[in-house]
């Protein structure tokens, strides 16, 4: 190697670091600019979402006081939590049993819990509501939850079994050699353990659910239109700032709810981790 | 944490056993958003008594998709006219019996025997509106009349077309002289040819805010549905709706008993109340959006009740298509529209 290449590997190595700033910067940009556009004409006078006429608090109050929007934002309360307890609940088991057990069929199961992953939401959507078509069930809450933990089981199985699987199996062991029966080892060993992971798949399976459209569209039923479905349906008469203060809302909300989270399990996470 | 999940568990139990419904007489609607006023719903509940729910579907397919897979639970739809030809076709829709709308013959004579649903059989028509174009007068240098200003160089980068299938045909066809129903496979290939032709020339396809565009005058000239275009006519004197000389569209969502409707009754109760003139009016007057009962037309505040944009007079509607069931044409709309949508 002569010096003169020396000095160009600088020089190459200065260009990279300074273009992946750059990167990182528009990255950003180009992620939360129009979130940043949209919470800044929640808060136009005017009607319009792209001219400019002046500030007002109007918008948000024309919120909170539509009956249909709060209708369906409590659906989607209620449907997300709902599916994501049912799904993290499924999922939780079914991924410490995978990781944990041997028993036959332990493959088929792991995959056939990852295959609503693969397939098209909108075949799954219109299958689910043929069945259930087929098999006479009112839609309403109970298929549109069943819908939801369809699509978040996947997601909500495979982060409790990555966690499931980091898990030192002698900590299981060591319970057992000081007595704790099989459930005492789960419940007072595993699951402290799983726990930040679990709490992670709640969260990740409720806003799957709550953001969710196509699956929706087909599951839902008599009063039971969601917030997504709401504001689809509401793009016919073109868009209002009314829809910019829901999003800012809905913003204001995910970003409490993050903080909230990270601020109780940042820590444990934390110490998981250093184990 | 096992503690708050029960709770956040408990908390959804509840909810779900308070969403069960309550012995009271209930009316299940099904319609589009923004068509029927929360006013009107909650004066209907409080005159008679029934509870009304009114969910929103975003189109007429994904709304078929769903009754057609049998035991939705309305009462009540609200389709537009190809939708009812389509939904008769499948046996979803009961034959009306008039003598049970009290308020039958408000409906104005134009209205009481439309194309897709000849003597009202199946549906009452209520609300209704036209396809055409609108544009800013400043960026113009005379009136526009006709589809071809959609397709002028002189205004590239600065057209939107409406982005749905069935309405960009609608111009592609009758700048070409056709019918906007045709199911001729080589008049829907010419109209295809026509829309990619145009693309160069848009700023893009739009159907959520290019009445604002138009206002600002980012946009000059944009294809348009006339309810949708009304508020910017209002609030700006420059932005003008025309239907074009080749003619437009025109569309009717109305509503119509679904077979398996659980209250029939409080259906033809509804239909009632909502055909009453001052009914109608208000109706209007909050969606902007002319109905179908012209006695409601001398109680709406001028600007609204005359104005052409909202009820267009006889003679320029008579020229105007009504969009109908094409039913396996649909096929070469969908090819075309793919490379359209496909092309540069």
């Known amino acids: 190697m002569t010096p003169h290449s020396g000095r160009q590997g600088w020089f190459v190595r200065r260009v990279v670091h300074g273009i992946s700033g750059w ?21 136009n006078a005017g009607k319009s979402t792209v001219v400019w006429t002046g500030f007002s608090f109007k918008w948000f109050e024309k919120v909170v006081s539509n009956r249909n929007i709060l209708d369906a934002l409590q659906v989607s309360l209620i449907v997300a939590l709902a599916s994501a307890a049912v799904s993290t609940a499924i999922g939780s088991v079914a991924a410490v049993a995978i990781t944990r057990r041997s028993f036959p069929g332990r493959d088929v199961l792991g995959a ?47 982060i409790v079994r990555a966690a499931a699987s980091s898990l030192d199996p002698r900590l299981e062991n060591a319970a057992a050699d000081l007595g704790a029966n099989e459930w005492q080892t789960f419940r007072m060993v595993t699951l402290p353990q799983l726990m930040p992971a679990i709490f992670t798949a709640f969260i990740l399976s409720a806003t799957l659910s709550f953001d969710n459209l196509v699956m929706s569209t087909f599951t839902s039923g008599v009063g039971t239109t969601t917030l997504p479905l709401r504001i689809y349906s509401m793009l016919k008469l073109g868009i209002t700032p009314e829809i910019n203060a829901l999003g800012a809302l809905m913003v204001l909300a995910n970003v409490t709810i993050l903080l909230l989270v990270m601020g109780r399990y940042l820590p444990l996470m934390l110490k998981t981790n250093r184990r | ?89 499948r046996g979803k829709l009961v034959e009306l019996d008039h003598s049970k709308i009290e308020t039958y013959d408000k409906i104005g004579p134009t209205f009481q025997n439309v194309s897709y649903d000849p003597g009202n059989k199946y549906s009452i028509p209520y609300v209704w509106g036209t396809t055409g174009l609108a544009y800013n007068k400043t960026c113009v240098d005379a009136p526009i009349t006709s589809w071809k200003s959609l397709f002028d160089e002189k205004y590239k980068g600065r057209i939107y077309m409406l982005d749905n299938m069935l309405a960009a045909y609608i111009a592609g066809l009758q700048v070409n002289g056709f019918s ?117 037309m001398p109680l709406l505040p001028a600007e609204i009740g005359e104005n052409p944009a909202v009820f267009p007079d006889e003679a320029t509607i ?18 075309g529209w793919t490379k359209v949508k496909a092309a540069p």
């Not at chain 2, 012995?23 to 099904?30: F, G, M, S, T, V």
């Not at chain 2, 409080?46 to 969910?55: L, R, S």
Request: aromatic share 10%.
């Open chain 2, 318 to 335: 008579a020229n105007a298509d009504f969009i109908l069931d094409l039913g396996d044409a649909m096929k070469f709309y969908q090819d």
């Open chain 2, 180 to 296: 906007a129903n045709t199911s001729d496979p080589a008049e829907i290939e010419k109209a295809t040819e026509t829309l990619i032709a145009q693309k160069p020339l848009l700023a893009g396809y739009n159907s959520t805010n290019f009445a604002d565009l138009v206002s600002s005058g980012e946009a000059c000239i944009v294809q348009s549905w006339s309810s949708s275009v009304l508020q910017a006519i209002v609030d700006n004197p420059d932005v003008v709706y025309v239907l074009p000389e080749e003619g437009g569209t025109m569309w009717i969502d109305g509503y119509s008993i679904l077979t398996d409707a659980p209250n029939p009754d409080a259906a033809y109760k509804f239909l009632s109340y909502i055909l009453r003139p001052e009914v109608a009016a208000k109706t209007t007057e909050l969606t902007k959006t002319a109905t179908v009962v012209p006695d409601s």
């Open chain 1, 112 to 158: 056939a819990l990852a295959a609503p992953l693969v397939l098209p939401e909108i075949v799954l959507g219109v299958a689910l509501l043929v069945f259930m078509s087929f098999a006479g069930m009112i839609l309403g809450y109970t298929t549109l939850i069943i819908g939801h933990v369809l699509v978040s089981i996947p997601f909500a199985t495979l």
């Open chain 1, 23 to 43: 990167v990182t910067l528009l990255t950003y940009l180009f992620m939360l600019l129009p979130i940043v556009v949209l919470i800044a004409f929640a808060f």
């Open chain 2, 1 to 89: 944490m096992t503690h708050r999940l029960s709770l956040g568990l408990a908390a959804s139990t509840l909810a779900l056993l308070s969403a069960v419904p309550a012995l009271a007489e209930d009316l299940r609607i099904y319609g589009w958003a923004g068509e029927m006023p929360d006013e009107v719903l909650a004066d209907f509940e409080a005159e008679t008594g029934i509870d009304v729910t009114f969910d929103t579907f975003d189109s007429n397919e994904s709304m078929i998709a769903k009754l057609d897979a049998g035991g939705s639970g309305y009462d009540l739809v609200n389709p537009s006219q190809y939708a009812v030809q389509i939904l008769i076709n």
